[in-house]
């Protein structure tokens, strides 16, 4: 069992930033590929970006590229999500995720724990 605790959320204006944190509970945290992913009012969950356990591979979604970067600190059992330009688009409740095995997935479904997730409010 895996515990995830997301932070860093807020409300910000368009071209502002905000940093998202995730905490995960275990002792193997580097062996498990982890996740963003976002999900607004009356829209599916989407992918948003991943990263592998020793942070050697990320995938983004298009729509974020170029603007948001993920990163982790194994040491400390942390998932990072820097957001900058935010848009008003971005607004949603962003999770983070965690799964089996060390690679990147941009699958809903590769996941195995997810958190409560975190408010992101970006106003234009």
């Known amino acids: 069992q895996v515990q995830l605790v997301e932070s860093g959320g807020g409300l910000v204006q368009a071209g502002g930033f905000l940093r998202l944190s995730c905490v995960a509970s275990?002792?193997?945290?580097?062996?498990?590929?982890m996740g963003w992913f976002r999900q607004a009012p009356g829209k599916e969950r989407e992918f948003v970006a991943s990263i592998s356990g020793s942070a050697g591979s990320t995938s983004y979604s298009d729509s974020v590229k170029g603007r948001f970067t993920i990163s982790r600190d194994n040491t400390k059992n942390t998932l990072y999500l820097q957001m900058n330009n935010l848009k008003p688009e971005d607004t949603a409740l962003y999770y983070c995720?965690?799964?089996?095995?060390?690679?990147?997935?941009?699958?809903?479904?590769?996941?195995?724990?997810w958190g409560q997730g975190t408010q992101v409010t970006v106003s234009s």
């Open positions: 275990g002792r193997t945290f580097s062996s498990y590929g």
């Open positions: 995720a965690v799964k089996y095995g060390a690679m990147i997935s941009s699958r809903l479904n590769a996941y195995d724990y």
